[in-house]
């Protein structure tokens, strides 16, 4: 079975600053996606970024970034220039890939609240 | 407007009265699922359905049952509540195979049972 591990329940930052955002993992498979999921007080899930595990190449999307370190099982999210509207529980996920099952489960940490003070 | 649509959006219930979480999407996708999120817990798999008449247990399925008669729609039936399924429950679903990473999930459901 898969875990994820996010150990800062909490992080908070100053606007306009850059924050990092971690996420461990645990699994035996070797193809498999990594997610980021932001959750505003909307409570709406919004995808932020993910990663395909072949890939050695860090995706990035606008101000979002990750750093993934696959033999570390290692996935870290990083938000530059951070904006108020950033504040948001935040869930790192991962889903085997389609050859490893039926089940296309996202198996989520337990999520980190940040708060950007203006 | 692609989306998962999930009713009621909040509800408070009492416990033993059964009650039905409705979730519907448009976008002719194969794959649904059930999650519940709890503070400290992350989301959690209920049940999930890969095809009309084809479901199977998630990581948490004791007190849920589920239907899929039809493609677009995917309930979630509490028989019989207790104050410990008070949750916030997303219903999601994606493509299959080749895209099935492409998670769309409901807006939510916020469920009291006292």
């Known amino acids: 079975a898969q875990t994820v591990t996010q150990s800062q329940p909490e992080m908070s930052v100053q606007e306009a600053e850059t924050v990092t955002l971690s996420c461990t993992y645990d699994?035996?498979?070797?193809?498999?996606?990594l997610f980021w999921y932001k959750q505003p007080p909307s409570r709406q899930m919004i995808l932020v970024i993910r990663?395909?595990?072949?890939?050695?190449q860090n995706a990035t999307e606008n101000r979002f970034s990750v750093n993934f370190q696959k033999a570390a099982k290692s996935f870290s999210l990083k938000i530059s220039d951070s904006q108020l509207g950033d504040t948001a529980m935040y869930f790192c996920?991962?889903?085997?890939?389609?050859?490893?099952?039926?089940?296309?489960?996202?198996?989520f940490g337990k999520g980190t609240l940040l708060t950007v003070n203006p | 407007e692609a989306q998962v649509t999930q009713n009621p959006r909040y509800l408070i219930t009492v416990t033993g009265k059964k009650l039905t979480v409705t979730c519907s999407q448009n976008?002719?996708?194969?794959?649904m699922s059930w999650y519940r999120q709890d503070p400290g817990l992350g989301l959690r798999q209920i049940y999930y359905?890969?095809?009309?008449?084809?479901?199977d247990k998630g990581d948490v399925p004791e007190g849920y049952k589920v239907s899929r008669k039809e493609k677009r729609n995917f309930p979630l039936i509490l028989e019989s509540p207790s104050p410990n399924q008070t949750s916030l429950y997303f219903c999601?679903?994606?493509?299959?195979?080749?895209?099935?990473?492409?998670?769309?999930f409901g807006p939510g459901t916020r469920l009291t049972v006292t």
């Open positions: 699994t035996s498979e070797n193809n498999y996606y």
């Open positions: 996920a991962f889903m085997k890939h389609r050859s490893g099952g039926s089940n296309y489960k996202l198996t």
């Open positions: 990663q395909e595990a072949y890939k050695q």
């Open positions: 999601a679903s994606s493509p299959y195979r080749d895209r099935a990473y492409e998670q769309y």
């Open positions: 359905s890969m095809n009309v008449e084809v479901t």
């Open positions: 976008m002719n996708h194969e794959y």
